[in-house]
């Protein structure tokens, strides 16, 4: 067997690390070029209008609600309770959430299959917020160019106070983010009375400064750079399309070649396809890409090209849809397939897990018991002579109201409770009872008895409680 290493010959003056290089240096990082976005109307910004206003209201207006005087939506990390929409979920409910999580990420899967990357266009929170910091910013600093011409401009009293309104609106809105977000977590009402009084713990204040300079940096400046160079999902999400993925494309059958003429001319009469090269395709995208290049990753599927390309169609009177959302397939005049095995994929993996979900929270029970017997005495006699074991009762109150229950216990002939029977569990309580049961000797005929405990709310008579142990005697 061969045991010779196949070698490739290498140009010395190519090699980075010989020091008689005196080759280009090639940047591995391309400096952010900052992106001046055109303002568009169109069906499409019109959808984003409604989703955004929409996703606003539901996050500022939701951590003010209460429902049967509990918190709509509220994570109490100290009491290790989760309110949501009237139900409380407990640590013990990790699974749901893992659950829930899961659904997303099918949800997210099958409709990127579908659909491309709607997601980020229409309701990923950075996109939210970047179209919002995008609006204040249109509102104070004017269209595109007179933004361009703007930061062209030297220093002078009205830049100054151009910029600082708009800094400040922008502070404003990333202040409410920051407060509305930890509000989630720390009673809104409290938390507002808390900060501004200075009673609030430190923590309260390193998350809300926390995320109002995230929100001001991510919106406000980063932008793109989040969706281009921290977002995972825009490096993987190519794996989930396909040539039947419905995305924002350019025909270039139709768009080539392209070219500028005069308004009215036709494109065979200028002998050109129906892109005039006007480039407000490319001025209107928040990423600053050209899809007339193709798919690209930096591509969120805004569709703000589309908007800004249907009008200018219509100017030329030419059909719309020289940018639309569309398939590989239908690209190339084939059939496209809503329905493939990808989709079927998720989908059966998605109401899989949607329906063990709701099987989970309608079979949910709204309390628990469980008896640990004490280890410390295997059994003693009393005073009445009869046998006695000890335990901790363990009631756990998952549901919404304080539940009284009358404990019991059966198994074996004459079998009692000595300890308190009537016990109230509060809401979210997990409470430990030490309980005492004693028999006659004459009951038991084996050392080892199984018994159950039941506990039976007065509050909702439909709620009873069942946990089985042993009861320990003398060996027979
Ligand atoms: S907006 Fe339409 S016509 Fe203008 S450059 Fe882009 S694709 Fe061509
Ligand atoms: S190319 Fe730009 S404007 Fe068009 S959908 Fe993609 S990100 Fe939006």
């Excluded at 001046?36 to 989703?51: A, D, L, M, P």
């Excluded at 050209?290 to 200018?312: F, K, P, S, T, V």
């Amino acid at each position: 067997m061969s045991s010779e290493i196949p070698v490739k010959q290498i140009d010395p003056s190519s090699d980075p690390s010989n020091k008689n290089n005196k080759g280009e240096t090639v940047e591995l990082y391309a400096s952010r070029k900052k992106i001046y976005v055109k303002e568009v109307k169109g069906f499409f910004q019109r959808i984003r209008n409604v989703s955004l206003t929409l996703l606003m209201s539901m996050y500022f207006l939701f951590v003010w609600l209460t429902l049967d005087g509990q918190p709509l939506i509220h994570f109490d990390l100290p009491a290790r309770e989760f309110h949501l929409y009237g139900a409380t979920f407990y640590p013990k409910d990790f699974i749901l959430l893992s659950g829930m999580l899961i659904i997303c990420a099918y949800g997210l899967f099958f409709i990127t299959t579908l659909f491309g990357r709607v997601w980020c266009g229409y309701t990923c929170p950075q996109t939210v917020w970047t179209f919002i910091f995008m609006w204040v910013e249109e509102r104070i600093e004017g269209s595109r160019n007179k933004r361009m011409k703007l930061d062209k401009s030297p220093s002078s009293s009205g830049k100054i106070i151009k910029k600082s309104a708009k800094h400040t609106v922008w502070l404003l809105i990333a202040l409410a983010t920051g407060l509305t977000f930890v509000g989630y977590f720390y009673p809104i009402r409290e938390l507002i009375v808390d900060l501004f009084t200075l009673q609030a713990n430190g923590w309260a204040y390193f998350w809300v400064a926390f995320f109002t300079v995230a929100t001001y940096l991510n919106a406000g400046w980063m932008r793109e750079q989040v969706c281009l160079y921290m977002c995972p999902y825009a490096r993987f999400q190519s794996v989930m399309f396909d040539p039947n993925t419905r995305v924002v494309s350019y025909d270039p059958n139709r768009g080539e070649p392209r070219g500028g003429r005069k308004k009215g001319v036709k494109p065979d009469e200028a002998g050109l396809g129906d892109c005039i090269d006007c480039g407000q395709c490319v001025q209107v995208c928040p990423t600053g890409i050209d899809i007339r290049d193709g798919l690209q990753y930096e591509c969120i599927g805004c569709a703000l090209c589309i908007d800004a390309c249907d009008e200018i169609m219509e100017k030329m009177d030419y059909p719309k849809g020289l940018i639309s959302y569309t398939t590989e397939n239908e690209l190339e005049g084939k059939q496209s397939k809503l329905l493939r095995p990808r989709t079927f994929g998720y989908g059966i993996m998605l109401a899989l897990m949607i329906s063990a979900i709701i099987v989970t929270i309608a079979t949910r029970v709204p309390a628990q018991m469980d008896a640990l017997r004490d280890r410390g005495a295997l059994f003693s006699f009393n005073g009445q002579g009869r046998i006695e074991n000890s335990y901790t009762l363990k009631i756990a109150n998952m549901s919404e109201v304080p539940q009284t229950f009358t404990l019991s216990v059966a198994g074996l002939d004459d079998i009692q409770i000595l300890t308190e029977t009537r016990v109230t569990v509060a809401s979210g309580e997990n409470r430990s009872l030490p309980t005492v049961v004693d028999v006659p000797p004459e009951s038991i005929s084996e050392s080892n008895n199984e018994i159950l405990f039941k506990a039976v709310s007065e509050t909702d008579t439909s709620l009873i409680l069942e946990t089985e142990s042993r009861f320990v005697g003398p060996t027979r």
